[in-house]
């Protein structure tokens, strides 16, 4: 997926409810996010969905007379309180799935952790971008090196597969890893910049 922030232009474009270009934009951008979000909360996937669509319905409705103010806070958080009330509301009406999930092994995050869940999914939104990008424009065995260090496989092996020496293989990381902090950090600065731009 190419990299794109929550432009000035899309924001503009989703005042109109009958910009449905729009709407299927943000919901590429923003959809996994919150349905992510929804997941990580406990709720069954068909619940999950639900609380995605009752966002994008709330986004609909808000999004005419919505005007970013950064002296508020980011559009993020709004976004993030948007996925947080709808999450509890989700939850409250499906008490009986709660049920069902308190007597699973896995436990049920509280409400108060949805603010650290939906800020866990915002920065792995930026790091799949990210790394969507180094796929793009970084040699393939430089990114399948990349890749098997993150599985955890040791330098030694992955050298010795790949023809190469140790130290080559920790340049690789390395390049990869800064390549990455600064792709995030040019995401989030746009993103910044952008929603400070809308008011």
């Known amino acids: 997926m190419e990299w794109k922030t929550t432009r000035l232009s899309l924001l503009d474009r989703l005042a109109d409810p009958t910009e449905a270009s729009a709407w299927r934009e943000f919901d ?16 069954q996937l068909a619940d999950a969905e639900d609380v995605r669509q009752t ?6 409705s808000a999004m005419p007379r919505f005007r970013f103010r950064p002296d508020l806070g980011r559009f993020r958080s709004y976004l993030g309180r948007s996925v947080t009330n709808a999450v509890t509301r989700q939850r409250k009406r499906r008490a009986r799935d709660l049920e069902r999930a308190r007597q699973s092994a896995d436990p049920v995050p509280q409400l108060s ?3 650290e869940i939906w800020e866990d999914e915002w920065r792995n939104r930026h ?6 990008e180094i796929q793009r424009t970084h040699d393939p065995s430089s990114v399948r090196v ?3 260090l993150l599985a955890g496989d040791p330098p030694e092996e992955i050298a010795l597969e790949f023809s190469l020496r140790v130290d080559a293989v920790y340049k690789i990381k390395q390049r990869i890893r800064d390549r990455m902090r600064d792709l995030i950090q040019a995401q989030t600065d746009t993103e910044e910049r ?6």
């Open 28 to 43: 590429h951008l923003y959809g996994e996010p919150i349905l992510r979000c929804a997941l990580r909360s406990g709720l």
């Open 127 to 132: 790091l799949r971008a990210a790394f969507a």
């Open 194 to 199: 952008e929603f400070a731009c809308r008011n």
């Open 146 to 148: 990349f890749e098997r």
């Open 113 to 115: 952790d949805l603010d």
């Open 55 to 60: 966002v994008l319905l709330g986004l609909v």
